[in-house]
């Protein structure tokens, strides 16, 4: 079965720092791109990042820029979002989704994580 | 950045009725990389339809999506209890990723 489980969601205070992973499974976790989705509390959804399927190109909103870093180790089929200089707008569900069909962030999104709950608050 | 405009905020309908959503861009969306997902109340969204009108894997054939450039509609033919969620559109393409606000469908 083709999964897709985040962790390490938390509360953390403003300007802080924290690492959301997301652990794959039931596919070649290699050959496709992979993303960062947020929800903010009752609001829409927001891309936030994307990584290659090699994690040699990654691509940021404008939002998270120079404070947000994705990654990925594919000997270990897991994503992550190191976050850095968090603010209370970062506050949301991070979702952890999977491209379609490409090793290249460049489909929808087949595949989603059930989330992990960031809030950041003094 | 293209910007996705939905239609209408919140669609109130009784199980049955046809639903028709509409999604419009800013500027055309390349090569229909538009799609449509399904998220209900404490739940990941859900892929429905991807390349404006091409179906996912497991998607009911009541749900159907067409359009093209800048205008997009995602059709259910036909209400079920679990069709009650809220319907975001997407476009994608070239490493850029944009959702619409959504539109709520509930029952009326």
């Known amino acids: 079965e083709v999964q897709l489980l985040e962790s390490g969601g938390g509360l953390v205070q403003p300007g802080g720092s924290l690492r959301l992973s997301c652990a794959a499974s039931g596919f070649t976790f290699s050959s496709y791109a992979m993303s960062w989705v947020r929800q903010a509390p009752g609001k829409g959804l927001e891309w936030v990042s994307a990584?290659?399927?090699?994690?040699?190109?990654?691509y940021y909103a404008d939002s998270v820029k120079g404070r947000f870093t994705i990654s990925r180790d594919n000997s270990k089929n897991t994503l992550y979002l190191q976050m850095n200089s968090l603010r209370a707008e970062d506050t949301a569900v991070y979702y952890c989704a999977k491209d379609g069909a490409s090793p290249l962030p460049e489909d929808a999104f087949d595949i989603w994580g059930q989330g992990t709950m960031v809030t950041v608050s003094s | 950045e293209i910007v996705l405009t939905q239609s209408p905020g919140t669609l109130s309908l009784s199980p049955g009725e046809r639903a028709t959503l509409s999604c419009r861009a800013s500027?055309?969306?390349?090569?229909?990389?538009l799609a449509w997902y399904q998220q209900k109340p404490g739940q990941a969204p859900r892929l429905l339809i991807y390349?404006?009108?091409s179906r996912a894997t497991g998607i009911p054939d009541r749900f159907s999506g067409s359009g093209s450039g800048t205008d997009f509609t995602l059709t259910i033919s036909r209400l079920e209890p679990e069709d009650f969620a809220v319907y975001y559109c997407q476009q994608y393409g070239s490493s850029s990723f944009t959702f619409g606000p959504g539109t709520k469908v509930d029952i009326k």
């Open positions: 390349g404006a009108s």
């Open positions: 990584i290659s399927g090699s994690g040699g190109s990654t």
């Open positions: 500027q055309s969306v390349s090569s229909s990389y």
